[in-house]
């Protein structure tokens, strides 16, 4: 799905004010009244007291686009056919919790790329760059352009699915960079602002309050999400949530629609534990966490009467995995876990975090409830089994540095063209398939060298830099092509 410019809502809204004016135009009161005042055939209106009610007036954001906007990037992804596009519903049964993924457009066949955006910010003024896991995940090229319009190849330096959190590299120095806040002392009620590009629009700002904190959502266990009713689309996701001082509180990652669009439900992990995601990538390359190896859920009323529970707290166990270290802790289905190295768990979405927090191998002390009483367990941690990142696909055969299958025009096609030469071109992917070639597209020059043979089109493309010009002849209209290498 390609973004599209808001043309049929613009004119629904003019559609709107125009026929809102014709009632206004035609409307008895609003046009008899003054005629008739003016005749004398009706009173003058009293004039109304003063309303003492002062307009509400949200906080001004201004200043902090102004002076942190230019740390946000537009994050720009290339990827293989078989990634699965964003318009996929969920599975039956799944709440509509969905990523804004990186892929602007639906799965396409094998060796048929896919494009799409994300956003990011840097972090470090030597290229260092946070942005969302699944804008990056199965990319096999990633490009950022910063505010200024220079534009970046982008090495993944790491990438974590199950914080989302990804760590990019760019070769550039002394670059804008945000402050990191603390999102522990945000609350419920403040304002929030983010900044990303929505639909590819570049450097959106869209302001909300905070909605909740330490949010659970389903299939994320490992991150208590700060839930907003900041306006976010695809396009958002890695972007930063600011709080009303400027600082970032927040990556912004998820929505909840049945739409595909927003519905007042965004959500952003905090900022602290995307740092941390961050530094453990940055020096590992991969998050290592710890494993029990059991399943839970919360605690209800009636599930705390039925096991004898003074109040409704804790993860109750609902399943462990035989050769888990639960089961060879001992731990049991219907067991409630209330406190892991005594820190209370109060909530069942408490537990897996402070699980993964723990390094493996690490021994620690489970507070179980079992059968009407509170006892100690000692289990030593296992290791979380990690999902290795998929390495970036090589090049097509026969495509080269452009991305280009091309092959010689025969006489007749020469002729028909006009041209005297020039490569026809069989098949795209890489930076061709970014700046818009299609099979079809005759290729004339390169940095304005003429072409005529493939061999004399791979050795200009191999001496340009990390740009390359191509002019191309479609449909009988000549134009330039601007191509990014890596």
């Not at 008739?36 to 200043?63: I, Q």
């Not at 799965?107 to 990011?120: A, H, I, K, V, Y």
């Not at 010689?408 to 069989?426: C, F, I, N, R, T």
Request: charged letters at 15%; hydrophobic letters at 45%; aromatic letters at 4%.
């Amino acid at each position: 799905m390609r973004d599209r410019l808001p043309t049929r809502g613009l004119a629904i809204g003019a559609l709107i004010a125009v026929l809102a004016g014709g009632i206004s135009l035609f409307d008895p009161v609003t046009s008899a009244a003054p005629m008739a005042r003016a005749a004398g055939w009706l009173d003058a209106p009293a004039t109304p007291a003063a309303s003492p009610v002062s307009p509400v007036v949200g906080p001004d954001f201004s200043a902090i686009v102004e002076r942190y906007g230019p740390a946000v990037v537009n994050v720009a992804v290339e990827g293989n056919g078989s990634t699965p596009g964003p318009g996929e519903a969920p599975q039956t049964g799944q709440p509509p919790v969905t990523q804004p993924h990186a892929f602007g457009a639906p799965s396409r066949p094998d060796n048929q790329p896919t494009f799409g955006l994300g956003s990011g910010f840097i972090i470090n003024p030597d290229g260092v760059i946070l942005t969302s896991a699944h804008v990056v995940a199965d990319s096999t090229t990633v490009t950022v352009r910063l505010s200024d319009q220079r534009e970046f190849t982008a090495k993944v330096i790491g990438l974590d699915r199950p914080s989302d959190v990804a760590l990019l590299k760019i070769d550039a120095q002394n670059l804008p960079t945000v402050v990191i806040g603390d999102p522990t002392r945000l609350r419920v009620g403040a304002w929030v602002l983010a900044i990303g590009s929505p639909h590819g629009f570049d450097s959106t700002a869209t302001a909300g309050i905070v909605s909740a904190t330490t949010r659970s959502l389903p299939h994320q266990a490992y991150v208590p999400f700060i839930q907003t009713d900041v306006p976010v689309n695809p396009g958002n996701s890695g972007g930063p949530l600011f709080n009303a001082n400027g600082e970032v509180i927040g990556v912004n990652s998820q929505i909840y629609t049945d739409t595909g669009g927003f519905q007042g439900l965004s959500f952003a992990v905090p900022i602290d534990v995307a740092m941390k995601v961050a530094k453990r990538l940055e020096s590992d390359g991969v998050i290592r966490r710890g494993w029990l190896g059991a399943g839970v859920q919360d605690v209800s009323q009636a599930l705390a009467d039925a096991f004898g529970l003074p109040t409704p707290r804790g993860a109750l166990v609902n399943n462990v995995d035989k050769n888990g270290p639960a089961a060879e802790a001992g731990l049991q289905p219907g067991d409630v876990v209330l406190a892991i190295d005594g820190v209370a768990i109060n909530r069942s979405f408490d537990l897996p975090p402070k699980v993964a927090d723990l390094a493996p191998g690490a021994r620690s002390t489970l507070d179980v409830w079992r059968r009407g009483e509170t006892r100690q367990l000692a289990v030593v941690v296992g290791a979380l089994k990690v999902e290795a990142a998929a390495a970036p696909a090589a090049p097509a055969r026969g495509q080269g540095r452009l991305g280009l299958s091309v092959r010689a025009l025969s006489p007749k096609e020469a002729d028909a063209l006009d041209e005297g030469g020039g490569l026809l071109v069989q098949s795209v992917s890489g930076p061709a398939a970014r700046a818009g070639m299609q099979p079809g597209d005759v290729v004339l020059a390169i940095n304005g060298e003429p072409v005529t043979t493939v061999e004399k089109l791979r050795t200009l493309a191999d001496k340009s830099g990390h740009h390359a010009a191509l002019l191309i002849r479609r449909e009988g209209a000549k134009l330039f092509l601007p191509l990014t290498l890596g």
